[in-house]
């Protein structure tokens, strides 16, 4: 049974600092990409960053470049994602998935992505 869950979300203020966490079971992380997706209040779920499991390349969206960062360790089945800087722009629920062929031309496809958690809420108030 695949489960990916995401962890470390809350509440912060502007310009405060979250690290998310991953915990993946079920399948051989060496092998899947990991991509942490978000879905702000009211609109739709947008890609923001992924880490490729050939080379670990790293991908951002434009909106957390530079501020946020993506990590992973394959002996313990984790995925990091380290957020700086934070805006109430960036509140929402905070997805990771795991996908087995993820393209380097598509890293913040949704739909490349195979297994998702459930999520974890992150809220940045002004």
């Known amino acids: 049974d695949v489960q990916l869950q995401a962890s470390g979300g809350g509440l912060v203020q502007t310009g405060e600092s979250l690290k998310l966490s991953c915990a993946v079971s079920g399948i051989t992380l060496e092998d899947y990409a990991i991509g942490w997706f978000r879905r702000p209040p009211g609109d739709e779920r947008e890609g923001i960053s992924s880490i490729m499991n050939i080379d670990s390349t790293t991908y951002y969206s434009d909106s957390v470049n530079g501020r946020f960062t993506i990590s992973r360790d394959n002996a313990k089945k984790m995925v990091y994602l380290q957020m700086n800087a934070l805006s109430p722009e960036d509140t929402g629920v905070y997805y990771c998935?795991?996908?087995?062929?993820?393209?380097?031309?598509?890293?913040?496809?949704?739909?490349?992505?195979?297994?998702w958690g459930q999520g974890t809420l992150v809220t940045v108030s002004s």
């Open positions: 998935a795991a996908g087995f062929r993820v393209p380097k031309a598509s890293p913040l496809q949704p739909r490349r992505y195979d297994y």
